[in-house]
């Protein structure tokens, strides 16, 4: 009975683990987009990444009962490696493994989702001193009319048929 209940958490924990490496994967993808100003596709990966994640933690809820059906009072990878350890030597190691590979993966989403902000807050800094640009460039043509179309700066003819209704 032990042997099964160990093997279908190891199968558990497999899919958080290919899991988070569907993320890692979505948020190097994420970078690249960020860099090359795909934004259209942005909403696509975000959609992925959550979707991704609600499966993550579908995989966590079935670790905690599992953990709880092998009398397990934590579901942590390490209160699930000592509890097998006094069962399954081999198996104990093989969930090390994993404990050591999940660690990994959360260091590198953690590095690629700091990159990734970074890219969003430059991208956000470039649009907004775009839109000052434009805007700067837009005001002094506004301000040479008045509410009737009226040149007031006097600098230049006035040919226009709006002045000439005035």
């Known amino acids: 009975?032990?042997?099964?209940?160990?093997?279908?958490?190891?199968?558990i924990v497999n899919k958080e683990i290919d899991g988070y490496?569907?993320?890692?994967?979505?948020y190097a993808d994420k970078r690249e987009?960020?860099?090359?100003?795909?934004?259209?596709?942005?909403?696509?990966?975000?959609?992925?990444?959550s979707d991704t994640y609600k499966n993550i933690n579908d995989c966590s809820e079935a670790r905690k009962k599992m953990a709880q059906t092998m009398d397990i009072?934590?579901?942590?990878l390490t209160d699930i490696i000592n509890k097998i350890?006094?069962?399954?030597?081999?198996?104990?190691?093989k969930f090390e493994a994993k404990k050591a590979e999940v660690s990994e993966l959360a260091q590198n989403i953690f590095k690629l989702e700091k990159v990734n902000l970074e890219l969003l807050k430059h991208g956000?800094?470039?649009t907004n001193k775009t839109l000052e640009i434009i805007l700067k460039g837009i005001k002094p043509v506004?301000?040479?009319?008045?509410?009737?179309g009226k040149n007031i700066?006097?600098?230049?003819?006035?040919?226009?048929?709006?002045v000439e209704e005035a």
């Open 85 to 93: 350890k006094t069962q399954d030597e081999e198996a104990a190691k």
């Open 153 to 162: 700066t006097k600098k230049q003819l006035e040919m226009s048929s709006i």
């Open 21 to 26: 490496k569907n993320i890692r994967k979505l």
């Open 124 to 126: 956000m800094h470039v």
């Open 73 to 76: 009072k934590n579901y942590s």
């Open 1 to 11: 009975m032990i042997k099964e209940q160990i093997k279908e958490l190891e199968n």
């Open 142 to 148: 506004t301000e040479e009319y008045n509410k009737q």
């Open 33 to 49: 987009m960020l860099i090359h100003g795909k934004v259209n596709d942005l909403f696509d990966i975000d959609a992925r990444i």
